[in-house]
């Protein structure tokens, strides 16, 4: 469809996806490629439509393995962690990484292992990182929860050839982080 139609649709499915009883049947019906295929840098699509759709890939996900699954297999982990680098959609790409990470809304709940990986593997921890950074301490902390999925398995990362010296170069102060309340 035009650039107007695909904004509609991708708002539309955002906003059909909040309710967990809807998000079973979005998914199956079809709805995974195409909200992946709006993920995709350039092309027809706008901001906007970039945005909804991953705001409609983060209500998805949550708490839901088979959908995790189902946008991972069509791709969506490298295209989330290539239009994180700038734009309005970085709060919505950053929700969406960090709900295909946890296949439970339960604190510690294991992360996704294999999208976990992927956003190693392809450089996505020092953006994500880098977020934080221009942000509050409380909301820093608050934020942090998404690396305390990545760094429950860093043990296994580390055998993946991750610089971690470079993350060090986000500009996080690590002391305040780690000392902060909430």
């Not at 942000?135 to 760094?151: E, H, P």
């Amino acid at each position: 469809g035009s650039n107007k139609a695909q904004l509609f649709a991708a708002a539309a499915i955002a906003e059909l996806s909040e309710q967990r009883s809807q998000q079973e049947p979005i998914v199956k019906a079809g709805a995974v490629v195409p909200l992946v295929r709006l993920l995709r840098g350039g092309g027809d699509a706008t901001e906007d439509a970039h945005m909804h759709a991953a705001d409609a890939v983060a209500n998805i996900s949550v708490a839901n393995p088979k959908a995790q699954k189902a946008f991972y297999a069509a791709g969506a982990v490298p295209l989330l962690l290539e239009q994180l680098h700038s734009g309005k959609s970085q709060t919505s790409i950053a929700n969406a990484l960090a709900k295909l990470l946890s296949p439970s809304t339960a604190i510690g709940a294991p992360a996704n292992v294999d999208i976990q990986e992927e956003i190693a593997n392809d450089g996505g921890i020092a953006p994500l990182l880098a977020l934080l950074s221009g942000m509050t301490t409380a909301a820093q902390v608050r934020g942090f929860d998404w690396t305390g999925l990545v760094s429950t398995r860093r043990t296994r990362l580390d055998s993946s050839g991750l610089d971690w010296t470079r993350l060090d170069s986000t500009g996080l102060d690590w002391t305040r982080l780690s000392s902060a309340r909430l």
